[in-house]
């Protein structure tokens, strides 16, 4: 740990996340608080008490752990759990802005529908901003001469990182975790990769409008197979 105890835990992928919220100096407890639900008892992995959050680090559930964990849900609304289900990158980038945003007042999964719909407004709008911050980091005007017609790599970086954290709170706001995210965008990646090699070019100034286009074609689920 960083004050230099030693911890023993039970996966690399445990490691990884006791790790990262070193890095980014948030208190942890591991394995020191067991919660009580009607299909058993659960020993929580890992305790953040300055923001009064559970970590669940779990890459598979058998049948008798996903039923614990519904139970838990649904048995103790009062706490809050993020399930980390891929310690990457990926997963620690997320679990670091859902505590960030937790720490905000921004407690997704204890916001009525009416309060999501708000915070999802609020973080677009963001975006929009932010986006509109990379483009000004951008040479693109056509009709302007520039000194130096370069993306500059640190600002634009920046931007862009800025923009990921409102993207990452769009996610948090389905209250999905990284490996929803993960599969979804290998499933739209196949689909894309399967359309391009069906013809589709993606060009300014196709004609978007002739259905007979095959690279017009969205494919349906039926016609789309893994």
């Given at each position: 740990?960083?004050?230099?105890?030693?911890?023993?835990?039970?996966?690399?992928?445990?490691?990884?996340?006791?790790?990262?919220?070193?890095?980014?100096?948030?208190?942890?407890?591991?394995?020191?608080?067991?919660?009580?639900?009607?299909?058993?008892?659960?020993?929580?992995?890992?305790y953040?008490?300055?923001?009064?959050?559970?970590?669940?680090?779990?890459?598979?559930?058998?049948?008798?752990?996903?039923?614990?964990?519904?139970?838990?849900?649904?048995?103790?609304?009062?706490?809050?759990?993020?399930?980390?289900?891929?310690?990457?990158?990926f997963?620690?980038?997320?679990?670091?802005?859902?505590?960030?945003?937790?720490?905000?007042?921004?407690?997704?999964?204890?916001?009525?529908?009416?309060?999501?719909?708000?915070?999802?407004?609020?973080?677009?709008?963001?975006?929009?901003?932010?986006?509109?911050?990379?483009?000004?980091?951008?040479?693109?005007?056509?009709?302007?001469?520039?000194?130096?017609?370069?993306?500059?790599?640190?600002?634009?970086?920046?931007?862009?990182?800025?923009?990921?954290?409102?993207?990452?709170?769009l996610?948090?706001?389905?209250?999905?975790?990284?490996?929803?995210i993960?599969?979804?965008?290998?499933?739209?990646?196949?689909?894309?990769?399967?359309?391009?090699?069906?013809?589709?070019?993606?060009?300014?100034?196709?004609?978007?409008?002739?259905?007979?286009?095959?690279?017009?074609?969205?494919?349906?689920?039926?016609?789309?197979?893994?």
């Amino acid at each position: 740990s960083k004050d230099g105890v030693i911890i023993l835990m039970r996966s690399a992928w445990e490691v990884a996340i006791a790790e990262w919220l070193d890095n980014i100096n948030i208190k942890w407890e591991y394995e020191k608080h067991v919660l009580k639900t009607s299909n058993g008892n659960i020993l929580i992995d890992f305790y953040c008490p300055e923001y009064d959050v559970y970590v669940e680090v779990k890459g598979y559930f058998s049948d008798a752990g996903r039923r614990k964990y519904v139970a838990l849900i649904n048995e103790h609304p009062e706490i809050t759990l993020l399930m980390v289900r891929d310690a990457g990158i990926f997963g620690r980038l997320y679990l670091s802005q859902r505590l960030l945003e937790i720490g905000y007042g921004h407690n997704v999964s204890k916001m009525s529908d009416d309060d999501k719909i708000e915070y999802v407004r609020d973080q677009m709008l963001m975006l929009y901003a932010e986006l509109s911050e990379v483009l000004q980091e951008t040479p693109w005007k056509k009709h302007k001469q520039y000194e130096n017609k370069k993306l500059n790599r640190e600002k634009y970086l920046n931007e862009l990182m800025d923009c990921q954290i409102f993207v990452m709170n769009l996610f948090y706001a389905l209250d999905v975790n990284e490996r929803d995210i993960v599969d979804s965008a290998r499933s739209t990646e196949e689909k894309n990769f399967l359309r391009q090699r069906n013809g589709y070019l993606g060009k300014v100034g196709d004609d978007l409008n002739n259905p007979n286009d095959v690279r017009n074609k969205y494919l349906t689920d039926d016609e789309f197979k893994l």
